[in-house]
């Protein structure tokens, strides 16, 4: 048995035909940078999001840094953003100059919690990030309350959560990623929306935001060599375009397939005290990136040795809280601000989670997991 946490050949093999034949297509074009592909697929997400602007680029961490470019934060701004998430979110807030000030999340859905970013607000606040982690939203309806309140911009990383419904208590249902000013996602291989490399893309449904982003990922140019502001560069491939163009239409069965596995690992672990399944936030559709469990009282060393000796992966996110990392020691916090994170660094556990899980394979995992906890 050799049962990875995502299954990208198995995936591959069932759209092989129609992704080949697009490949072979952008290479017949050697339109390999701002291909066709890459326009109808600008058009084709921004339609599925029901987003007026869908700007692509080179991956998921350069969108986040160019929507904070957009919005023009200053040196010293003071952007809030969650203590339990992939590094890129906060990395790229000190990458630009501007200060992180990471907060603690809600203990039953891990995204960022709205009291601790309430707690967290100053004068130089700017703006606030919250991730949608592991496939579930954070909690907009607040979020968006506060940003309004102490009048800041809110950028949303839904790289884990590309196709998450969120349904605020208002009435009105929405796409992760489309409720604040900006939303960020990754289709690095292994997302939900994955292509076969690295990239990005950033969504808004502001005109003005949307005309600085189109600048800042090529250069700052509108017109051929005219450049009118600093940008960078950062592009989407046409191969990749191409690729998640015939990936978009099957997003929303991809997705159902890994709920459809997370129901299965919450059915076979219901009786068991130990193993604490992923709550479901009753605003937000989980689409599931990770399924991460909390281990009560069990060695998860142990559970992973066990698991790994019956050729089932595992793994930990995030073993370390952002607030311990080396990289962010220079930054002044409280060891006292995230009893939530630094108790999940200890006890969380994310079981193989992709779209290529059959009943069979789950009953192998599950059954191996339960053997080592003893049920
Ligand atoms: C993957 C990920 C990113 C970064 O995406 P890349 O395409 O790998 O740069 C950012 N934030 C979160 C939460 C992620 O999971």
Same mark, same amino acid.
């Given at each position: 048995?050799?049962?990875?946490?995502?299954?990208? +050949?198995?995936?591959?093999?069932?759209?092989?035909?129609?992704? %080949?034949?697009?490949?072979?297509?952008?290479?017949?074009?050697?339109?390999?940078?701002?291909?066709?592909?890459?326009?109808?697929?600008?058009?084709?997400?921004?339609?599925?999001?029901?987003?007026?602007?869908?700007?692509?680029?080179?991956?998921?961490?350069?969108?986040?840094?160019?929507?904070?470019?957009?919005?023009?934060?200053?040196?010293?701004?003071?952007?809030?953003?969650?203590? $339990?998430? $992939?590094? @890129? !979110?906060?990395?790229?807030?000190?990458?630009?100059?501007?200060?992180?000030?990471?907060?603690?999340?809600?203990?039953?859905?891990?995204?960022?919690?709205?009291?601790?970013?309430? =707690? @967290?607000? !100053?004068? +130089?606040?700017?703006?606030?990030?919250?991730?949608?982690?592991?496939?579930?939203?954070?909690?907009?309806?607040?979020?968006?309350?506060? @940003?309004?309140?102490?009048?800041?911009?809110?950028?949303?990383?839904?790289?884990?959560?590309?196709?998450?419904?969120?349904?605020?208590?208002?009435?009105?249902?929405?796409?992760?990623?489309?409720?604040?000013?900006?939303?960020? !996602?990754?289709?690095?291989?292994?997302?939900?929306?994955?292509?076969?490399?690295?990239?990005?893309?950033?969504?808004?449904?502001?005109?003005?935001?949307?005309?600085?982003?189109?600048?800042?990922?090529?250069?700052?140019?509108?017109?051929?060599?005219?450049?009118?502001?600093?940008?960078?560069?950062?592009?989407?491939?046409?191969?990749?375009?191409?690729?998640?163009?015939?990936?978009?239409?099957?997003? %929303?069965?991809?997705?159902?397939?890994?709920?459809?596995? @997370?129901?299965?690992?919450?059915?076979?672990?219901?009786?068991?005290?130990?193993?604490?399944?992923?709550?479901?936030?009753?605003?937000?559709?989980?689409?599931?990136?990770?399924?991460?469990?909390?281990?009560?009282?069990?060695?998860?060393?142990?559970?992973?040795?066990?698991?790994?000796?019956?050729?089932?992966?595992?793994?930990?996110?995030?073993?370390?809280?952002?607030?311990?990392? =080396?990289?962010?020691?220079?930054?002044?916090?409280?060891?006292?601000?995230?009893?939530?994170?630094?108790?999940?660094?200890? !006890?969380?556990?994310?079981?193989?989670?992709?779209?290529?899980?059959?009943?069979?394979?789950?009953?192998?995992?599950?059954?191996?997991?339960?053997?080592?906890?003893?049920?």
């Amino acid at each position: 048995m050799n049962i990875p946490m995502v299954d990208l +050949k198995s995936q591959y093999l069932k759209i092989k035909s129609e992704v %080949d034949s697009k490949i072979a297509n952008v290479i017949e074009n050697t339109a390999f940078v701002n291909g066709e592909d890459v326009k109808e697929f600008k058009k084709e997400l921004a339609t599925y999001l029901n987003a007026k602007h869908v700007i692509t680029c080179g991956n998921g961490t350069d969108a986040l840094q160019i929507a904070m470019m957009a919005l023009g934060l200053k040196a010293g701004d003071e952007v809030i953003s969650t203590d $339990f998430t $992939f590094i @890129a !979110t906060v990395e790229t807030i000190a990458l630009l100059q501007l200060t992180p000030v990471m907060v603690d999340v809600d203990p039953e859905t891990f995204t960022i919690s709205p009291e601790a970013i309430e =707690k @967290a607000i !100053t004068p +130089k606040t700017k703006a606030i990030i919250p991730v949608h982690l592991f496939g579930q939203c954070a909690d907009m309806d607040r979020i968006m309350e506060i @940003a309004e309140k102490h009048n800041l911009y809110v950028i949303e990383d839904t790289a884990q959560a590309i196709g998450s419904d969120f349904s605020s208590e208002k009435g009105w249902t929405k796409k992760a990623g489309t409720i604040g000013h900006i939303g960020c !996602t990754s289709f690095f291989p292994s997302k939900n929306l994955g292509c076969y490399g690295d990239g990005g893309a950033i969504f808004t449904n502001d005109d003005e935001l949307g005309e600085k982003i189109s600048s800042i990922v090529n250069h700052g140019m509108k017109v051929r060599y005219y450049h009118d502001r600093i940008g960078v560069n950062s592009r989407l491939d046409t191969v990749h375009a191409a690729v998640l163009r015939v990936k978009l239409p099957h997003l %929303d069965e991809y997705n159902a397939a890994r709920r459809a596995a @997370a129901d299965y690992y919450d059915r076979a672990f219901a009786d068991c005290d130990m193993l604490i399944t992923p709550q479901r936030f009753k605003k937000s559709t989980h689409t599931f990136h990770q399924y991460t469990m909390i281990l009560k009282g069990v060695d998860r060393e142990g559970l992973q040795a066990h698991l790994k000796s019956k050729g089932v992966s595992s793994a930990v996110y995030y073993p370390v809280a952002l607030h311990n990392q =080396k990289a962010f020691q220079g930054y002044d916090y409280n060891e006292n601000d995230y009893p939530v994170t630094d108790e999940l660094c200890k !006890t969380v556990l994310s079981l193989p989670m992709n779209t290529e899980l059959d009943q069979d394979t789950l009953k192998y995992i599950t059954d191996s997991v339960l053997e080592f906890v003893g049920v």
